[in-house]
């Protein structure tokens, strides 16, 4: 699979998760050591850390905490949701502790005030988040996020993992092979409505000289 098939095909995958077969832990090495080589701000790189769990008593606890917060919010906001991505939501959070790997990002401190510090925080952990996804994807594995409990259970979770109080999760990602290898990319805004030059809403495409030619 090529760089941009594999960009553009990962997907959240929730219900083509293959909740049956074994994730073998030499794969997910695999992906864990791609993951490592993502970009992380100076010391934060040091903070990292996955915390992998297949405990299916454990599994169902965290499901649990997670259940109840995403219930909750569909309660008040599901509405607001389109009808495919709520369900397939549904889903994942009702069959969460079938999973066979939850995976959860840590950050040892927790996030700062500041936008810049907040920048390099999460900076830090989701383009190693997102490389796991990719490395999955290209072994034929799956992922989504889904981190309702953190909302209002993170302290719940942590206790369940023994995480310490000064430990923040970031996310947490269900981990399955997938019941199908191919997917397509996703419907997406076109860059005219995204991409801005020079100044703040100018989207035109006009050539602009830079000033940076050769010399003579
Ligand atoms: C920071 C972040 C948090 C997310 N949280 C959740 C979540 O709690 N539950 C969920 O089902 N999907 C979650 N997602 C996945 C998005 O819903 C998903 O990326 C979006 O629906 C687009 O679908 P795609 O990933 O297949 O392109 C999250 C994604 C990101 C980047």
Not at 16 to 30: A, F, I, M, N, Y
Not at 144 to 153: E, F, K, M, W
Not at 173 to 187: E, K
Request: with cysteine; net charge neutral.
């Amino acid at each position: 699979m090529d760089a941009d098939t594999v960009l553009t095909t990962t997907r959240s995958v929730r219900r083509k998760l293959d909740l049956t077969r074994d994730v073998p832990q030499d794969v997910l090495d695999g992906c864990l050591r791609i993951a490592q080589q993502a970009p992380a701000a100076g010391s934060m790189a040091a903070q990292f850390r996955w915390l992998l769990v297949r405990d299916a008593g454990t599994k169902a606890e965290i499901a649990r905490y997670n259940r109840m917060t995403a219930e909750a919010a569909w309660a008040k906001y599901g509405h607001l949701v389109e009808r495919r991505a709520l369900e397939s939501a549904q889903h994942l959070v009702h069959n969460l502790e079938r999973v066979p790997v939850l995976a959860i990002p840590c950050m040892i401190g927790r996030p700062p005030a500041d936008a810049f510090s907040q920048s390099a925080y999460f900076g830090s952990a989701y383009p190693a988040i997102w490389s796991f996804q990719l490395a999955l994807r290209a072994r034929g594995l799956g992922s989504s996020i889904c981190g309702y409990h953190l909302q209002d259970h993170e302290a719940d979770v942590a206790a369940v993992l023994g995480i310490p109080d000064d430990v923040q999760q970031i996310s947490l990602l269900a981990v399955a092979y997938t019941t199908q290898r191919d997917f397509r990319p996703a419907a997406r805004p076109d860059l005219a409505s995204t991409v801005y030059f020079e100044s703040w809403g100018a989207a035109d495409r006009e050539p602009v000289t830079s000033g940076a030619g050769p010399a003579d």
